[in-house]
């Protein structure tokens, strides 16, 4: 949850709570509580299950009631938003809360650079709020190449995940500005970073142990 200087990615809003808390995500069985809130360039999504403990107005406590173990929930989107990266920090497929769990997401809008080439940066994946940590983030189209140039600006240091269409090539470049270097790389500073990539998600990583100079 700590950055090496002491800081924390914190998000740009207050905690925002979704429709569901027009319900009652404690007691009706069925609702998980879902909080939101917005980063620079990312959102993130809290969803808790709360179910099995509500707060009883008679007896003035918490009290305890019989509920079901596990509540399943569907990440939906909207037809009429952007397309999204979503990176959910604790694995797994379907999505099961047992009673007291909770689920972390990350929503990253998808940015189509070039035909067959997308990307969305989600942050440092093993911070709570992982898109907390861009504080910069610039794309950049180049009519002679066939890639586009992702520049961000990141603050602390672990892994680093983004969603990428296309998985990297690693190359030794000299300068990143010479015109021969017109293949994909994955560059952070000027440095070529070492990199593990999903072909069936798009997922990439890599790990900033120490911010590069550059």
Known sequence: ???????TPRAQL??????????DPTRNGVSLLKIWNMNKFTGVLGVYNCQGAAWSSVERKNMFHQTREVVVG????????????????????????????????????????????????????????????????????RSLETVGLIHMEVKGCDRF???????PRTSKVQNI???DTSVEVCVVGLEVMDFTYESGSGLLIFNLDHMPGG
């Not at 207050?14 to 319900?23: E, P, R």
């Not at 999204?84 to 689920?103: K, M, Q, T, W």
């Not at 709570?128 to 504080?135: D, L, V, W």
Request: overall charge negative; proline content about 6%.
């Open 1 to 7: 949850m700590v950055l090496p200087d002491g800081t």
């Open 177 to 179: 500005d010479t015109p």
């Open 161 to 167: 995940g983004a969603f990428s269409s296309a998985k």
């Open 74 to 141: 569907i990440l939906q989107s909207w037809t009429r938003m952007a397309i999204c990266a979503v990176f959910r920090h604790r694995g797994g497929e379907l999505v099961i809360l047992p009673r007291n769990s909770y689920d972390v997401f990350t929503v990253s809008p998808i940015k189509v650079l070039n035909p067959g080439f997308s990307f969305a940066p989600l942050g440092l994946i093993d911070m709570f709020n992982a898109g907390g940590a861009i504080e910069g983030l610039r794309y950049e189209n």
């Open 14 to 23: 207050l905690g925002c709570s979704t429709w569901d808390l027009f319900s």
